[in-house]
């Protein structure tokens, strides 16, 4: 079975609460599509009994599958999301996880399993896709724990629809945990905890030595096949390799596309070795909330694949409903991130900030409907930020301190008022005004989402004017096909290599990691 191209791309940082400064677990990262995106605030929603979900697949994924319809829970979570369009054909609108109201934060990061295991896949496949388990997952997940439950029963009752492998990253207040889930076809799937004083960077999500005793180990989770299975094909003997364990990542994935690529063979794949970023995570402890907000917006990954930026502030301080996702619309490399707490009214969510045509599957094939002309006719803050990033990329070295610097700037101020507004949010409480404190932080994210725009406009209104004054406007060169006719701005504007990322990593800038806020004196602040 052929599988058309799949990108290799998402990446998740967990950091556990005894290497952070505050007390608090932070979960981080961001998942490379070639698509639109937006924020969604999804309601906690009852539903009737006999309500469904449709989970899956088409025709028209990598590997062809169906959709079919599960029980849906009596009760689903709150969570905030940055949702997207495509995905190797997956049927939108799709999602890598979020925060949820219980203060479960999900990310979603590819995991390939190895080829074996790819061409065993059945056509077609059904059963929950990536994105499905990680909606799941936040909407019935009190703990990381439980996610990891759900996401292993839906793959035991229902199968799971793959692209070529996949994981996911939990967290709640107390701990982590990693979920692999692997193509096949076998319901093959693991799982192992994240303690307090661990940390973890998927990129891709891998699990090293697995017990082969996983049911007598609270600190595993996993399928009944997950052991034998390796065994039956050959792929780990306890005869000759070690008896008590696993080594997972060898069994049953890929080696880390990165070992043995240098920075300056390709940077965007050499620094896919997870244990490499470990290390430098490791480096930065105690860690804090602005060194992982500067983690997620490293340009080493964060560039024109990367599809938003999310850090998970989770606090054992504070209620739930102020567990906060700090969002970035679209790449963090060149959009300000603005803190969303669970408590946010769904409708805070400017227009600017939700679903837009550009880069949106089908909108290519069909017309507006008219329901959706006033949303369609503001801004679209992903297509504004997105200018920058393209700015920034041809001239990084002039431009993309200053752009940091600026953001950060304004992304301190946000921290720094976090205190004195979640303050006036108990005060409201204490005196019995739940409404009044709920359209304070909704009003407050609202307002900061549209200064967030206002400042990326503003900067690519500076970068705009000066590439011109300085460089002129670079056109491309397109193809020298014999024979072709059509001018090179009107050809396809696809993207075929590595080479030809949009990125604004230059090695003569910095060397990362980078504490967050060291370039704010570029912006003068």
């Not at 369009?85 to 190895?114: A, C, H, K, M, Q």
């Not at 799982?191 to 996983?214: K, Q, T």
């Not at 690519?460 to 006719?485: A, C, F, H, N, Q």
Request: hydrophobic fraction near 35%.
């Amino acid at each position: 079975m052929a599988v058309r191209g799949v990108f290799f791309m998402s990446i998740g940082f967990y950091v556990g609460n005894q290497l952070t400064k505050d007390g608090s677990t932070l979960l981080g990262g961001f998942g490379h599509e070639p698509s639109s995106h937006w924020i969604d605030i999804v309601p906690g929603q009852h539903h009737p009994e006999g309500a469904t979900t449709q989970v899956g697949v088409t025709e028209e994924a990598n590997i062809p599958g169906r959709l079919t319809d599960i029980p849906q829970a009596s009760y689903t979570n709150k969570f905030i999301s940055s949702s997207y369009s495509e995905f190797e054909g997956f049927p939108p609108p799709l999602t890598n996880g979020g925060l949820n109201e219980y203060g479960v934060g999900g990310r979603d990061i590819w995991s390939n399993s190895r080829p074996e295991l790819v061409e065993m896949t059945s056509e077609p496949q059904q059963g929950p896709n990536y994105s499905d388990l990680a909606r799941i997952a936040m909407e019935r997940a009190r703990t990381a724990r439980e996610a990891v439950e759900i996401i292993g029963g839906l793959i035991n009752t229902y199968g799971y629809s793959t692209y070529g492998g996949n994981s996911h990253l939990f967290a709640d207040k107390q701990e982590g945990w990693v979920v692999i889930e692997y193509a096949g076809g076998q319901g093959l799937w693991a799982a192992e905890r994240l303690g307090p004083d661990e940390v973890r960077v998927s990129y891709p999500g891998y699990i090293h030595n697995f017990p082969v005793d996983f049911e007598n180990n609270d600190n595993y989770m996993g399928s009944d096949n997950i052991v034998s299975f390796a065994r039956e094909q050959g792929w780990w003997n306890p005869e000759t390799d070690h008896p008590d364990y696993l080594n997972l990542q060898d069994v049953y994935g890929e080696p880390f596309e990165g070992e043995g690529v240098s920075m300056q063979e390709n940077h965007f794949v050499s620094v896919r070795v997870p244990p490499e970023r470990e290390a430098e995570v490791m480096g930065l402890t105690p860690v804090s909330l602005e060194d992982m907000l500067a983690l997620v917006r490293d340009p080493r990954w964060s560039n024109d694949r990367a599809g938003y930026g999310q850090v998970a502030h989770i606090r054992s301080h504070v209620p739930d409903r102020l567990q906060t996702l700090w969002l970035a619309v679209t790449g963090a490399v060149t959009t300000p991130y603005v803190p969303i707490p669970i408590e946010t009214d769904p409708y805070a969510v400017p227009p600017e900030f939700v679903q837009h045509r550009y880069l949106t599957k089908y909108a290519d094939s069909t017309y507006l409907n008219a329901d959706y002309a006033p949303q369609e006719a503001t801004r679209y803050a992903v297509r504004e930020f997105k200018r920058l990033l393209y700015f920034t990329s041809e001239h990084p070295v002039q431009f993309l301190n200053y752009i940091t610097g600026a953001m950060e700037c304004f992304e301190q101020g946000e921290v720094v008022e976090r205190a004195e507004l979640e303050g006036k949010y108990f005060w409201l409480l204490q005196n019995h005004q739940n409404e009044e404190a709920r359209t304070l932080i909704s009003q407050n994210v609202h307002q900061r989402l549209l200064e967030s725009l206002s400042l990326g406009m503003q900067l690519t209104d500076i970068v705009d004017s000066e590439t011109r004054r300085l460089y002129g406007i670079r056109m491309p060169k397109g193809t020298s096909d014999p024979g072709e006719t059509t001018p090179p701005w009107s050809q396809e504007m696809i993207e075929e290599t590595d080479d030809e990322l949009v990125t604004c990593y230059d090695p003569r800038l910095d060397i990362y990691p980078r504490p967050f806020g060291v370039f704010n004196h570029y912006a003068g602040c």
